[in-house]
């Protein structure tokens, strides 16, 4: 499924230029990192791309991966599991969910059940083996338990910089995972239609920031869209990150995944 979007439409949301509404409760962050796929040169560099932040949901795309390489998912329709009541999930993420509904709408417990699939060593072999960020899959003692949650707020942290690294890695084929699970991947990821031909492929993440005890840190949230996009023969890579007030109701990694598609022809010329 692909949607277009309007540069005009963009002016007046882009989450780049929205001034504060009041003093932040956390400093605010952007990053915009385009590289070309191939070679790895420097498109767009733009921000603080090497301060490093909690994955997220964008976190769903290396999991489909290991996923799909461990033979826990197997295409992009199965497995189709069934929500439980005990995971105390919101209203939207109480349904019957597959692979391909899983990265689209960003269900946690899908993550959570490939991840408890796995179990801890392998789960934390994989991140260590994809070089993903800090590695770091052990959780927050008396927060987070590490095998379902690092990638929330959690000890897992990753920069731009490092994240179109990984797309770039994943893209050319450079992570140590079987064939099928590249291709299988790639299916999943949710795809969008940009400007001028483009065609974009990646994946959101959004959470709100805490403190260092651990709590919610005001209005600040995080908001990620990570990804590559095609046009013809070319192929560039990229990551959007945004640390803002936000108290919209749409989420800001809708309104950051928007204005990078908005952007990213204007980017790449």
């Not at 949607?3 to 962050?29: D, H, M, Q, Y």
């Not at 996923?67 to 189709?80: E, H, V």
């Not at 000890?155 to 690294?165: C, E, F, R, T």
Request: proline share 5%; hydrophobic share 40%; aromatic share 12%.
């Amino acid at each position: 499924m692909t949607r277009r979007f309007t540069a005009a439409f963009f002016v007046a949301i882009s989450i780049c230029c929205l001034p504060s509404r009041n003093v932040l409760a956390a400093e605010p962050v952007h990053c915009t990192v385009v590289l070309d796929a191939e070679s790895g040169a420097v498109l767009h560099s733009n921000g603080e791309c090497e301060k490093a932040f909690a994955p997220q949901s964008t976190f769903k795309f290396p999991l489909a991966i290991m996923g799909y390489d461990a033979g826990i998912l197997k295409d992009a329709t199965t497995p189709r599991w069934n929500y439980k009541s005990t995971w105390n999930r919101p209203k939207r993420e109480q349904k019957s969910v597959d692979p391909t509904i899983w990265e689209k709408d960003s269900i946690v417990w899908y993550s959570q059940e490939i991840t408890r699939k796995l179990g801890q060593k392998k789960f934390a072999d994989y991140v260590r083996d994809f070089g993903y960020g800090n590695a770091d899959v052990k959780g927050i003692p008396g927060q987070t338990d590490g095998l379902t949650e690092s990638w929330l707020m959690s000890s897992l942290k990753i920069s731009g910089d490092q994240q179109a690294d990984f797309v770039r890695r994943f893209i050319n084929g450079k992570l140590p995972v079987s064939k099928a699970a590249f291709d299988k991947t790639r299916a999943v990821i949710p795809q969008f239609a940009a400007d001028d031909g483009w065609q974009v492929h990646g994946k959101t993440g959004s959470g709100r920031m805490r403190n260092k005890a651990g709590k919610p840190d005001g209005d600040a949230w995080l908001g990620w869209f990570v990804g590559w996009a095609d046009k013809g023969e070319r192929r560039v890579v990229f990551a959007r990150l945004n640390i803002a007030d936000w108290s919209r109701e749409e989420p800001i990694s809708f309104v950051t995944r928007d204005s990078l598609i908005a952007d990213l022809p204007a980017l790449v010329k």
